[in-house]
């Protein structure tokens, strides 16, 4: 079993739907939860970073996690074809920067 | 504002030929590591470095060999390439401190015949 459990997808939406995208895990130990988008061809970029348990939110995003059922969410809110990438959920210990592990990503099309 | 750098972008190799995948930050980063990504098995941590001249190993280090001489680089080197290094590399560099993210490069797609 892997210490990160994530639908690889793909996912495909209307324009302006809500995704919910998902990622479960095992290490009770993990601290930091992230989540990446990467497009096509690119290096992942950082689009949330939470620490514990509770919610953040940043413009049509919003990150939720729930560290008793081991559960991570990212919300995109009317979403749009430019948010069409694969999502990858991420998670560290604390002071464990460098040894993140990563989910293998959710692939997104978000249909015009 | 380069970011993080990695050379070349494509590369195809023959069983047994060596080479040296480069990476290269301009942000003065302590940490950079380097990371395979394969189908189904997401994000693999191979090498780290928390600062010059120390190294340490991932997740998946046999078959590279990593040094750190300055704080702007961090080469890969793969020894003898085997078909299953076939994969995309990627770097990443980040600063200290519990909420600093990793910045990753544009990757390096290899293949090993």
């Known amino acids: 079993q892997k210490e990160v459990e994530q639908d690889p997808g793909p996912l495909s939406v209307p324009e302006g739907a809500i995704v919910s995208l998902n990622c479960t895990y095992s290490?009770?130990?993990?601290?930091?939860f992230m989540w990446y988008r990467q497009y096509s061809r690119k290096g992942p970029e950082l689009l949330m970073y939470t620490y514990s348990s509770g919610n953040k939110e940043d413009g049509r995003f919003t990150a939720q996690v729930d560290k008793s059922s081991k559960y991570i969410s990212l919300f995109i809110r009317d979403s749009q074809p430019s948010d069409s990438a694969t999502y990858l959920c991420a998670m560290r210990v604390s002071g464990g920067y460098q040894k993140v592990t990563f989910g293998i990503g959710t692939k997104l099309q978000v249909i015009p | 504002n380069a970011g993080v750098t990695q050379t070349p972008k494509f590369q195809v190799l023959k069983t047994g030929q060596s080479m040296t995948l480069q990476c290269a930050q301009d942000m003065n980063h302590e940490y950079m590591s380097w990371y395979r990504q394969d189908p189904g098995m997401g994000l693999r941590l191979i090498h780290y470095?928390?600062?010059?001249?120390?190294?340490d190993q991932g997740e998946v280090p046999n078959g590279y060999n990593v040094s750190r001489s300055t704080t702007e680089d961090f080469p890969l080197r793969l020894l003898s390439a085997a078909p299953s290094q076939t994969s995309v590399y990627f770097c990443?560099?980040?600063?200290?401190?519990?909420?600093?993210?990793?910045?990753f490069g544009d990757g390096t797609r290899l293949s090993i015949l």
């Open positions: 990443a560099s980040s600063s200290t401190g519990n909420n600093q993210p990793q910045h």
């Open positions: 470095s928390v600062g010059a001249g120390i190294t």
């Open positions: 290490n009770s130990a993990f601290q930091y």
